[in-house]
């Protein structure tokens, strides 16, 4: 399961894409910079951070500082300061996940190998769109892998209209969720394969089909989207004690919704 911007009838937008980080990466702008030079140069200043940020924290390049810390090549110390702050992250994650997510996984031979993707996605895109929100009076949605920071500069103009695909049928949405500002992120294996693990087995996480996480931090709504997918079954009560705005998807096909809020929740066929 994946999320897509659905379309506005007669709001005039510029769309960008890039692959980086090993996906596409989009950008749509609506507003004053929409189609000017300031503009095309922040959508640059991104793809530049993104691309800055593979070269730190890639797990397939050989010569990535995070490969090359996990070989004992180079200390923590000797890092970037960003690579301390998306460990501290991680480790946090794994002590609010019970162990479900972690930083460290086992590799084909048994060895823990340090991959911090689960952190590093959200991370790094939210980070990134604060290079567009800077621009005046511009709305601002930018997607990496269907995990998207929103923003919506001028009151008078729509929110952004995110789809949640259906992890069985991504040609279908199962909803439809306006933001103003705030970010949606969705971990779920439909587009990549069985990438998601419960780093307390080392196996895939079972009877949920995908997770959607609303909030107004990307990076928190990305790490705990992954945790909860993480902990299968117990991925609803695990979110509903954080407080968090959801949509579960299970394999039998049934949805759990939970607003951050507490005050409601609907499970649906």
């Known amino acids: 399961m994946s999320t897509t911007v659905v379309g506005e009838a007669g709001v005039r937008t510029r769309r960008e894409v890039e692959h980086v980080m090993g996906m596409p990466v989009s950008v749509a702008l609506r507003g004053r910079h929409s189609h000017s030079a300031a503009g095309a140069e922040a959508w640059r200043a991104v793809v530049e951070e993104l691309r800055h940020v593979d ?46 997510f972690a930083i460290r996984l086992p590799d084909g031979h048994g060895r823990l190998r340090l991959d911090p993707s689960g952190v590093v996605k959200g991370w790094a895109v939210e980070r990134a769109a604060r290079l567009l929100t800077a621009l005046e009076d511009t709305d601002v949605c930018l997607s990496a892998g269907g995990d998207m920071v929103c923003h919506v500069a001028d009151p008078e103009r729509p929110a952004w209209r995110v789809g949640l695909e259906d992890p069985r049928d991504p040609t279908r949405l199962l909803a439809v969720v306006p933001v103003r500002s705030g970010a949606v992120a969705t971990s779920g294996t439909r587009h990549r394969g069985q990438h998601l693990l419960d780093a307390r087995t080392g196996r ?66």
């Not at 996990?70 to 923590?76: C, H, K, M, P, Y």
């Not at 959607?212 to 928190?220: K, Q, R």
């Not at 695990?238 to 929740?265: C, H, K, S, Y």
């Open 55 to 100: 070269a730190v924290f890639s797990t397939y390049r050989d010569d990535s500082v995070v490969r090359r810390l996990d070989r004992g090549e180079l200390t923590l110390a000797e890092c970037p300061a960003e690579v301390t702050e998306v460990l501290a992250l991680g480790a946090q994650a794994e002590r609010d996940s019970g162990g479900a």
């Open 204 to 269: 895939p996480a079972e009877g949920v089909a995908s997770v959607t996480v609303i909030d107004p931090s990307l990076t928190e709504a990305d790490i705990d989207a992954t945790a909860a997918y993480a902990l299968g079954f117990k991925a609803a009560d695990w979110l509903r004690g954080r407080g968090r705005t959801a949509l579960v998807v299970w394999l039998d096909a049934t949805t759990t919704i939970l607003d951050g809020r507490n005050t409601w929740e609907r499970t649906t066929a």
